[in-house]
């Protein structure tokens, strides 16, 4: 184990060659998925997926961790600039970077070992579980929001690590049909939502905790799928009504559906 | 060519509870699992195992040339499912050691009589064979009956715990 590895020995003898080896993707390189990045380069990642179809603008600098105006002038990538930072605390790391949605580069996420989603939207959520569950990968989804109310406004959050055959964001109570028609009928309406950087650090950082406990657990705690964010309080904690549901399965997501549904004729995908 | 096996934890529950179960006459249980199959980016196919098919204690032959001589109504049921629904087959069963196990030399005379009959049912598919022990797990897939077959090169558990075995970080805690 190397000298920089030293301060996380605790965390297995092979700690080190495991986050070498370890494939994650990070989609969405904002708010969220900027802090996650960072953060698996520090630990030791050594190969390092980004997806993110947009460039930096000048409304990103709040909260974007490696952005800087001149990345919003020149409009960069989001994955360069990530792809930037990763290699300047972790110069081995192997990065890949895709400035397309997701969806035109799915197949690049097949031989991940963890994906994590830093994504706006309820059905872009649920889109991306799905993927994840047919093809067997953990899934770590992070969001935030800040809710308006008369006077005042609520920060919340949730850090979701959704493991197939286990419960998934429907079966949580996460995704519910009456918000995808809510979202589905305020298509085009949303307009800028707000963000800020400190929510998005809590939420990574606990996003990246639970990525290390799937990969070299240090304790024996078993995984709380579904931690909420108040972030007017400042506290995380996990849903309580989902306690009984750590052995449950999942109805929504049968385990035979795995694998690709047209192959050998599957459709070539970038 | 690059071969991954994700299998989840619950899965891999589900085969050791079975293999487990003593059986009136046979030294070891068997089981088959269904897998769907994806080509990996850059080349190369991953099976996910989507259910497992345990032996019905009736479909087992008392012959003491194996340990667990299947009858044919163990094949017929199996080659029946992927016949309904087109799917990778893996037999599978267990060396009762710690570490790495390997084929010995009747899993890997008995593979080949077997493997071929899957073809007969869902001919595009890899099939292949499973040996567990108790922490770990050695597989192999043929792509085409008359090709020799390859290694599965990381087997991935999906769980509580991550955990690819193969390769570089193949723990076996």
Not at chain 1, 97 to 103: D, G, H, I, K, V
Request: charged letters at 20%.
């Amino acid at each position: 184990m190397s000298a920089r590895d030293d301060r996380q020995s605790f965390l297995g003898e092979r700690s080190s060659a495991i986050f070498a080896e370890t494939k994650v993707a990070v989609i969405g390189n904002c708010g969220g998925g900027s802090h996650v990045a960072q953060q698996l380069a520090h630990i030791g990642i050594g190969n390092i997926l980004l997806i993110d179809p947009d460039v930096v603008e000048d409304v990103n600098l709040n909260r974007m961790i490696g952005s800087c105006p001149r990345d919003a002038a020149e409009g960069i990538w989001k994955t360069k600039v990530l792809e930037r930072l990763i290699v300047s605390i972790q110069p081995r790391a192997s990065v890949t970077s895709f400035t397309q949605r997701w969806q035109e580069v799915a197949m690049a996420l097949r031989d991940c070992t963890v994906v994590v989603g830093c994504i706006d939207g309820y059905a872009a959520r649920g889109e991306l579980e799905g993927y994840c569950r047919r093809f067997l990968l953990p899934y770590v989804d992070v969001g935030m929001d800040v809710l308006p109310h008369s006077t005042r406004f609520t920060i919340t959050g949730q850090i979701i690590t959704s493991l197939p055959g286990r419960p998934c964001m429907r079966c949580m109570g996460f995704l519910t049909e009456e918000l995808l028609a809510n979202e589905a009928g305020a298509y085009g309406a949303a307009g800028g939502r707000p963000q800020v950087i400190w929510p998005n650090g809590v939420l990574a950082s606990i996003a990246v905790g639970q990525i290390v406990r799937l990969l070299t657990p240090w304790h024996d705690e078993p995984i709380c799928p579904y931690l909420e964010y108040d972030g007017n309080r400042q506290q995380v904690g996990p849903i309580s009504r989902l306690t009984h549901m750590r052995a449950g399965s999942c109805s929504h997501y049968p385990g035979e559906n795995v694998g690709d549904p047209f192959w050998p004729n599957a459709c070539p995908v970038a | 060519m690059r071969t991954i096996l994700r299998l989840t934890d619950r899965l891999m529950e589900m085969i050791h509870a079975d293999l487990d179960r003593p059986h009136a006459f046979a030294g070891e249980r068997v089981g088959f699992i269904t897998c769907g199959v994806a080509d990996l980016p850059g080349g190369g196919l991953c099976l996910y195992g989507a259910d497992y098919h345990p032996v019905a204690d009736e479909d087992y032959e008392d012959d003491a040339r194996a340990a667990a001589m299947l009858g044919s109504g163990a094949f017929r049921k199996i080659l029946q499912r992927i016949y309904s629904k087109p799917a990778s087959v893996l037999h599978v069963h267990r060396h009762d050691h710690q570490g790495r196990p390997g084929p010995s030399f009747v899993d890997e005379r008995e593979s080949r009589r077997f493997v071929p009959s899957f073809w007969n049912v869902c001919p595009n598919h890899p099939h292949g064979t499973l040996i567990l022990s108790f922490d770990d797990l050695w597989g192999a897939l043929w792509l085409r009956p008359e090709d020799p077959f390859v290694e599965i090169g990381t087997c991935v558990i999906v769980g509580d715990r991550t955990r690819p075995y193969g390769g570089i970080s193949d723990e076996r805690t």
